[in-house]
């Protein structure tokens, strides 16, 4: 059996971003030194302490005006950062007001 310790139990970063602020900002975050608007609907989290691989998983949501179709999604994956992507119902890329993610792996 595998032992378990504190950090198999906490994510690696987690973020609560409003995207449709006009220049996104974080309501908070952990491990998370800011946020690059790439276009409508595109923003990228980027890490403030690397992940030590890029095996991680992640996880999100958001709300009202915008549904998840991307994340984690940087092709390839990278240690230092997360892609978000969102559309409205349309399918067009649309930035929320309340996107929120979480990531597990491992931080260097």
Do not use: Y
Request: proline share 5%.
């Amino acid at each position: 059996m595998t032992s378990f310790g504190p950090k198999h139990f906490a994510p690696a970063a987690w973020f609560s971003i409003d995207a449709d602020a006009g220049t996104p900002v974080f309501f908070d975050s952990f491990n998370c030194s800011s946020i690059t608007d790439n276009s409508a609907g595109k923003q990228t989290a980027n890490f403030s302490n690397a992940l030590s691989n890029n095996d991680f998983a992640t996880a999100a949501c958001c709300g009202e005006t915008a549904t998840i179709s991307g994340f984690g999604s940087n092709t390839p994956k990278t240690t230092s950062a997360v892609s978000l992507r969102s559309n409205n119902s349309a399918g067009v890329a649309t930035d929320s007001p309340n996107l929120d993610g979480i990531v597990i792996g491992d931080v260097t």
